[in-house]
């Protein structure tokens, strides 16, 4: 039996897309351009449902309540162009079995498809206590390896497992663990942060796992440690690869049994509390060399890696515009040469570096557009700004323009007012680039 699948997609051509690819891999597709009229259909009869997210009149996520209640056992996957964590989690909240981002090709449809049927069949129950969107802390970016992230954790947010953050400096591994104690049911609960490569070794223990008074010359009181102080929260230790090795195993028997002993104490406390570590030194490279214990690595049952900005430079307009936002300077605009120097850069301080960037920015040519000349010195010299690894073709921009003129002369057979008209730019401005890149009709 071919499976039914059923596509609701406002946009007629991206519908028409979808009908095709899935059609042509063999499925029964019907698709309809409006939440209203695919709930007009007996969807007990369907085997799949895809939907766009942002419809007019009903949108993808009403509908996805709609069918929740009506069709509870119908897998549905939303798609949508403005991905983020907000709509990632109330779909994934909501039910939705699985979510992407547009626009994707036909590959990543037909596998993701696949997929969905594949576990259509092994899914038996699922959670359905809601999470509240979190208040504070906020991931932006809405690229195809963000949602992916943000798949991620909102499928961990909720559990009990440990998680170990992993990404280069500045990529958001603090935020992360905050959103992941923000989307979780201990969100009420505390938060604590531990800069583990900030404190001594020795101080760092006391700090942790407390002390009794008389324990040690100068404890002249008793003192909680900070997991004590976490209880059931979540405590966040950051830079856990810079945690000397015999600190390590007596976090690993925290970790094991949920058991604290303050220094000089005898007494054993059970603490439940979650545990995040984050850390941006390849951890496997520190567990090869002996400096990280691989017996403590195994404790943290979920690895979530945060991709370097530079893999999603898709993501730094939205970045920005938060950030002016955030910054107070919500009018200013970033030139399209601008965006463009920004996006090719290869941000080895990732997103906080390019917080910084416009701070400066801002502070030192506090203008309504930011022009490349306002950039920082680096964004200057041609060599700072690298070749767009993920962008297949990436040609000089003189060039580009370069060719953008010959086709339009070409096309116009050299009527330079219209092909200015088609360029976009006016016939004195098109004679001087002519002019500039030595042009000639050929006869
Ligand atoms: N995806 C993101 N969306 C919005 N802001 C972000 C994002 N990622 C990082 N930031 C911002 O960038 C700055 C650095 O983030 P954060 O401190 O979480 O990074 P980190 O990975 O812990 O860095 P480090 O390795 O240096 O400790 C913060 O101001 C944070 O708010
Ligand atoms: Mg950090």
Redesign the pocket.
């Given at each position: 039996m071919k499976a039914r699948i059923i596509v609701i997609d406002d946009d007629a051509v991206a519908c028409e897309f979808l009908h095709e690819v899935l059609q042509r891999d063999g499925y029964d597709v019907s698709s309809f351009t409006s939440a209203p009229a695919a709930l007009k259909q007996n969807l007990a009869d369907y085997d799949l449902l895809m939907s766009d997210i942002r419809m007019p009149g009903m949108d993808g996520l009403q509908l996805l309540s709609e069918i929740q209640r009506a069709w509870p056992n119908l897998p549905v996957i939303l798609m949508t162009a403005y991905g983020s964590l907000e709509t990632t989690m109330e779909a994934i909240r909501l039910g939705a079995w699985d979510y992407i981002s547009k626009p994707f090709s036909p590959e990543d449809c037909r596998a993701l498809v696949k997929k969905v049927l594949e576990v259509r069949e092994l899914r038996k129950h699922r959670s359905s206590e809601p999470l509240e969107a979190a208040e504070e802390a906020?991931?932006?970016?809405s690229s195809p390896v963000?949602v992916e992230f943000y798949k991620q954790i909102a499928r961990v947010a909720d559990s009990q497992a440990s998680v170990l953050?992993e990404?280069?400096?500045?990529?958001?591994?603090?935020?992360?663990?905050?959103s992941l104690h923000s989307m979780s049911s201990r969100r009420q609960k505390p938060f604590v942060v531990v800069h583990c490569g900030a404190i001594p070794d020795n101080l760092l223990e006391s700090e942790l796992f407390g002390y009794e008074k008389g324990s040690f010359t100068g404890a002249d009181h008793q003192h909680v440690g900070l997991i004590e102080s976490a209880g059931g929260g979540t405590i966040f230790l950051?830079?856990i690869t810079e945690m000397s090795t015999a600190l390590q195993s007596k976090l690993l028997r925290f970790m094991q049994d949920g058991e604290v002993r303050r220094i000089g104490g005898h007494d054993v406390r059970h603490v439940a509390v979650r545990v995040v570590a984050?850390a941006?030194k390849n951890i496997d490279e520190e567990v090869a060399a002996g400096r990280f214990r691989l017996d403590l690595l195994y404790r943290f049952i979920v690895r979530l890696l945060?991709p370097p900005l530079r893999e999603r430079r898709s993501?730094v307009p939205l970045?920005i515009e938060?950030?002016l936002k955030k910054l107070g300077y919500p009018d200013v605009r970033v030139s399209p040469e601008a965006m463009e120097t920004l996006m090719g850069y290869d941000w080895p301080?990732?997103?906080?570096e390019?917080?910084n960037v416009l701070q400066q920015t801002l502070l030192l040519s506090p203008f309504v557009v930011i022009l490349p000349e306002n950039l920082p010195d680096r964004f200057r010299t041609r060599a700072a700004v690298r070749v767009q690894a993920d962008l297949p073709a990436w040609t000089p921009l003189e060039e580009a323009e370069r060719e953008q003129i010959v086709q339009a002369l070409k096309k116009t057979d050299w009527n330079q007012s219209r092909a200015a008209e088609i360029l976009g730019i006016d016939r004195k401005t098109l004679r001087t680039k002519i002019r500039r890149y030595g042009l000639q009709e050929e006869k």
């Open positions: 906020k991931l932006i970016g963000m953050i990404g280069e400096s500045g990529t958001g591994k603090e935020l992360t663990a905050r950051d830079e984050a941006n945060i993501d970045l938060t950030m301080g990732n997103v906080r390019l917080e």
